[in-house]
């Protein structure tokens, strides 16, 4: 997290927390193992992505964290491995996206780790833990076994911090995916329902991490959102991008000039950039330096 209290490039507060795991693991001769619930579904909202389905925004992601195992394994033989804990089933019901959008997303996303030989990945989900069962059931019986009361999280939220970061940056998404041509109430009806739709996604994902600590006690937590100082998770960034909110399912991958950022479709089409198809589908979109220089808005916001 920006300002998140660290000191230094290497903060030894934040490292405190994950030295010992590690050691373990060295001393075992074991590979190091991280936990990283990521990659849940597409957003449903079309002005940001393009389409139900991993992209280049996604391919791009993954060659990064697979890169970062190697870069591990260069110091320590035994390597490193990244387990992908989609969260996708854990809460799509809330973001109005199909379980079957869920399950095409995870089979295309496997498909893609294969395809670009990143040996150093694997995924895990919902799926995995209660094989067999129906997906409704899966979610009522993750939320009965490990889910906070959302009195204690709308604590947390009133004492600030963190956790107030986390329901903003979550209130935001909702209200950007839900504001869409399919709502018909008022703005502030909307707002109400972000706010409390936020707070039931915060809920699920908080019983999916306590399950996963549970299944994986001595795997390193990894989390896509910012961290402050000193927590028990690593917060990473995946792509490029000044937004460090923003992900590869919630956006579309953009080169420019040599490299890669991620924006909203709709702020790349602003921008002029074109769109580039790979296998027969929409991929991702190139920015040529006049289209950059003519748009302006987005991509200068891109670059600053
Ligand atoms: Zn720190």
């Not at 927390?17 to 597409?42: Q, Y």
């Not at 925004?57 to 870069?71: P, S």
């Not at 387990?83 to 095409?104: K, Y």
């Amino acid at each position: 997290m920006r300002d998140g209290g660290c000191a230094g490039r290497v903060c030894l507060r934040c490292v405190r927390h994950h030295l010992d795991a590690v050691h373990s693991a060295m001393r075992d001769g074991r590979r190091i193992e991280f936990v990283l619930p990521a990659f849940p579904t597409k957003s449903p909202n079309p002005a940001k992505v393009l389409g139900p389905l991993p992209d280049l925004a996604e391919e791009l992601a993954l060659r990064f964290l697979n890169e970062l195992c190697e870069r591990i394994s260069e110091v320590y033989a035994p390597g490193a491995a990244i387990l992908i804990c989609s969260d996708g089933r854990v809460f799509n019901d809330l973001l109005g996206v199909s379980d079957d959008n869920v399950t095409a997303y995870a089979q295309a996303l496997d498909a893609m780790i294969t395809r670009i030989g990143a040996d150093r990945l694997e995924q895990f989900s919902l799926d995995d833990v209660y094989t067999g069962a129906g997906h409704e059931d899966m979610r009522t019986m993750l939320s009965a076994g490990h889910a906070p009361a959302l009195e204690e999280l709308r604590e947390e939220v009133r004492a600030g911090g963190a956790p107030l970061a986390m329901y903003r940056g979550i209130t935001r998404f909702m209200l950007e995916d839900l504001s869409g041509p399919a709502w018909t109430g008022t703005r502030s009806a909307l707002q109400r329902r972000c706010r409390d739709l936020a707070y039931r996604v915060i809920q699920r994902s908080r019983a999916w991490g306590n399950l996963l600590d549970r299944l994986f006690p001595t795997a390193i937590r990894l989390s896509i959102h910012p961290q402050p100082c000193g927590t028990d998770k690593i917060g990473i960034l995946l792509a490029d991008t000044p937004d460090t909110w923003l992900t590869p399912w919630h956006s579309v991958a953009v080169e420019a000039g040599g490299r890669f950022t991620l924006m909203k479709r709709a702020e790349a089409e602003e921008a002029g950039a074109e769109l580039v198809f790979a296998g027969g589908r929409p991929s991702h979109y190139v920015l040529h330096q006049a289209a950059a220089s003519h748009g302006g808005g987005p991509w200068d916001r891109a670059c600053a």
